[in-house]
């Protein structure tokens, strides 16, 4: 029995591309307009795709990069529930921090982690900026990549 990982690439895709992920793993009893950002038509938007073993390419996760003066922020990062506790977005994020190191020209990396993910964070060198806030109903920290 051959027990190899799927094969998987990471493209760029639009923003609409990303809304119904985001939505079935973040905010599944939310429409989904709710997880369509003002600025998404001009974030860079990275999906992974697990290519099945009958060579199709399904999206099983997506991050946003926002961009402005100060900073390069990290947003709407979501994986697909069934996919999650696989590693896939652990290789997303390692991608696009590798691209938005080239990207950010001197800016700071940051996001806005729900608070029970702040140690997975961590683990790619986020430290926490600030203390936690709420919003829509949940508690966030700011982080910052060191």
Same mark, same amino acid.
């Not at 599944?28 to 003002?38: A, M």
């Not at 990207?103 to 993910?117: N, W, Y």
């Given at each position: 029995?051959?027990?190899?990982?799927?094969?998987?690439?990471?493209?760029?895709?639009?923003?609409?591309?990303?809304?119904?992920?985001?939505?079935?793993?973040?905010?599944?009893?939310?429409?989904?307009?709710?997880?369509?950002? @003002?600025?998404?038509?001009?974030?860079?938007?990275?999906?992974?795709?697990?290519?099945?073993?009958?060579?199709?390419?399904?999206?099983?996760?997506?991050?946003?990069?926002?961009?402005?003066?100060?900073?390069?922020?990290?947003?709407?990062?979501?994986?697909? @529930?069934?996919?999650?506790?696989?590693?896939?977005?652990?290789?997303?994020?390692?991608?696009?921090?590798?691209?938005?190191?080239?990207?950010?020209?001197?800016?700071?990396?940051?996001?806005?982690?729900?608070?029970?993910?702040?140690?997975?964070?961590?683990?790619?060198?986020?430290?926490?900026?600030?203390? @936690?806030?709420?919003?829509?109903?949940?508690?966030?920290?700011?982080?910052?990549?060191?």
């Amino acid at each position: 029995m051959n027990m190899q990982s799927p094969s998987y690439c990471i493209e760029l895709l639009q923003a609409a591309d990303t809304w119904a992920l985001r939505q079935e793993a973040m905010w599944p009893d939310k429409d989904i307009s709710f997880v369509q950002l @003002p600025g998404d038509e001009k974030a860079v938007h990275f999906g992974l795709f697990v290519i099945t073993a009958s060579n199709c390419k399904v999206l099983v996760s997506c991050l946003s990069v926002f961009s402005n003066d100060a900073a390069l922020q990290l947003r709407k990062f979501a994986t697909l @529930p069934s996919r999650q506790q696989q590693g896939w977005g652990s290789k997303l994020l390692r991608h696009v921090l590798k691209e938005s190191s080239h990207l950010a020209q001197g800016r700071a990396i940051v996001l806005d982690s729900r608070q029970e993910k702040e140690a997975f964070y961590a683990s790619f060198g986020f430290q926490r900026e600030g203390e @936690p806030f709420e919003k829509n109903g949940r508690f966030y920290v700011r982080m910052k990549w060191h």
